[in-house]
């Protein structure tokens, strides 16, 4: 019986900007996303016939509505596959936290099915086909470094982050629907900020760490923040224990902060795991 294992990783939004809201209801996007080593792992079995899901985290959905079915339905009915697949995931990406958990696992499914049953699909061919499930997916099958534009789902590779970033990553345990976010942004106000999509840009090409860290910018974050202070708090704390930056990923409510090297993102982490129960010292991949 076949059966193959795979990382689903989760992103940061290193910039995000909402550039205005579309006849169709979505919003244009402008994000420069960055895959990091905090990861579920991914168990796809070869079956008999059907989908079968089961997750660690009790809340995960994994009926037939859930995007993780969805997925395997998709390429298995696509491709004329007459078997079926069970899936296991060992949850760690936090749920709704703003670093595209869901969409990274949609992502891994698609990959794992393409090599248990050696469909050689292009990474083109996946991204086309996540495309049509979701917005962070075609990302995700990508990974690492990435501009994403249109409603998200337009991806430009970028040259990896080398060294890597350090990284210390909060969840403070409440969700935030990203529904809710979009439909209270107000965008007069979004489209007389900074873009600082080109200055993160050239800051990336160039690897100064503090280049990076002073160009984070999110239009969810004065909205967010209003409304929960805590994300606020975070990113506050964060600076003061040595952080060279501090953002808001996504829609939140997950803050992540920039450190100068491991030795300093441990020693962050070190202070804060006492006040925080979801935080982790992580790397860009």
Sequence with gaps: ?????????????LTLNILGKRRDGYHNIE???QSINLADRIFIKEEKEGVKIKCSHPLVPTDT????YRSAEKILNRYRIKKGVKIEIDKKIPLASGMAGGSANSASILVGINKLFALNLSNK??????EELGMDIPFCIQNGTALAYHRGEKVTPLPPINPPLWIIVVNPGFEIPTKWAYNNLDLGLIKREKNNTIPMLNALKEGGLEGIAKNLFNS?????IKKYREIGEIKDR???EGALGALMSGSGPTVFGIAQNKEQVLKIYEKLKLEY???WAVHTI
Excluded: A, P, V, W
């Excluded at 795979?6 to 940061?12: E, T």
């Excluded at 509505?65 to 993780?68: D, E, G």
């Design 1 to 13: 019986m076949k059966e193959i294992e795979i990382d689903s990783y989760s992103k940061i939004n």
């Design 31 to 33: 994000t420069i996303m």
């Design 65 to 68: 509505q859930s995007l993780i």
């Design 125 to 130: 061919d996946l991204r086309e086909m996540g």
């Design 220 to 224: 969810f974050e004065e909205l967010i």
């Design 238 to 240: 964060l600076i003061e």
């Design 277 to 279: 129960k979801s935080i």
